[in-house]
């Protein structure tokens, strides 16, 4: 199996702090910039998983490098420079402690809470007699509190606002911006067969305003259907085909693991390893309509350190 990087021990020129999320570890330079790593890491039901996954981390962070430039225009965003195919080199913000996620269709954790009889989501109330996979009549706003450790919980724009995460109207350019990203993020997808169903957004604040963070429409924030055949599967209640992390919560289910006290990962063996990176590489491909170039993996660690050295004596 190809070489992966699951963790990372830089020491860059003016590093005052690193922080070591759940697949990314980040590195703030003289306070003002900070070098994002997109490692192979994998995560689900905000739990790290065993192994890595070889390319990931160069699909993600080039997936989201080309989709923060293609909604440059409409929403202000972190992003200077891609030193490396595994990084990202932008501006340090004061992070907002909330995720929008935005759902188009009603699938994965909300699908499963409806199932359950819940009819109300982030104090959005769900009309009665939907189906999995199907599409609400307008795209609906689920933000979730921004756990540093566990899981994230949901919560109501009234909610998020009475407990001082956000202004309201810190809360109401988010939500503008989360529309507009996901417009825009699906007539793209569209343009490749695709449908994007639901995806997260991060914000953080610069000199007082808000801007886009982090990654976007990746297959690790995002959920994708084709969007051929969709119809006749909704029709027929069969599950949708799907490029997102979704297929790894279902294996893990399957195997008896919901991230819950006591439970045990499954083996991930190489075969299904390699499984999930070809997973990534075919939404890479799908999404961004380029032939993905695996980049060497010999002295991962080595390559991107130099590059990424290159980049910050080039920004100085």
């Known amino acids: 199996m190809a070489t992966t990087l699951v963790n990372t021990d830089f020491h860059f020129p003016g590093q005052t702090a690193v922080y070591h999320g759940k697949v990314r570890d980040v590195y703030t330079i003289n306070d003002d910039l900070l070098v994002m790593v ?18 990931k981390g160069q699909a993600l962070n080039q997936i989201a490098a080309s989709f923060l430039d293609a909604t440059a225009d409409i929403v202000p965003n972190w992003k200077i420079a891609v030193p490396d195919p595994m990084v990202t080199v932008g501006y340090r913000c ?102 994007l169903v639901d995806t997260k957004y991060e914000f953080g604040l610069r ?35 799907q490029l997102s992390k979704e297929f790894v919560r279902e294996w893990l289910m399957a195997n008896g693991f919901m991230g819950k006290e006591g439970q045990q990962v499954p083996e991930m063996t190489d075969a299904f390893c390699e499984e999930v990176s070809e997973r990534y590489i075919e939404l890479y491909e799908h999404i961004t309509g380029k032939k993905f170039e695996k980049a060497p993996e010999a002295h991962l660690e080595d390559r991107i350190a130099k590059n990424v050295l290159d980049c910050l004596t080039n920004l100085k």
């Open 94 to 195: 004061e992070g907002l402690r909330l995720e929008m996620i935005i759902r188009g269709y009603l699938a994965g954790s909300a699908w499963r809470d409806y199932k359950n009889g819940m009819r109300e989501i982030c104090g959005v109330k769900l009309p009665e007699g939907m189906v999995e996979n199907q599409a609400f009549p307008e795209p609906i706003i689920t933000p979730t509190t921004k756990a540093d450790a566990g899981h994230d919980e949901n919560i109501s724009r009234e909610e998020a606002i009475a407990q001082g995460i956000v202004t309201e109207e810190q809360f109401d350019t988010m939500a503008a911006y989360t529309r507009a990203l996901f417009k825009r993020g699906s007539e793209m997808a569209a343009e490749k067969g695709l449908i």
């Open 207 to 241: 000199e007082g305003k808000v801007i886009l963070i982090d990654e976007i429409h990746t297959p690790d924030s995002s959920r994708y259907f084709y969007a051929e055949g969709y119809e006749e599967r909704l029709a027929k209640g069969e599950p949708q085909r």
């Open 38 to 55: 997109a490692t192979d890491r994998i995560s689900a039901f905000d739990v790290i998983l065993p192994k890595g996954i070889p390319y």
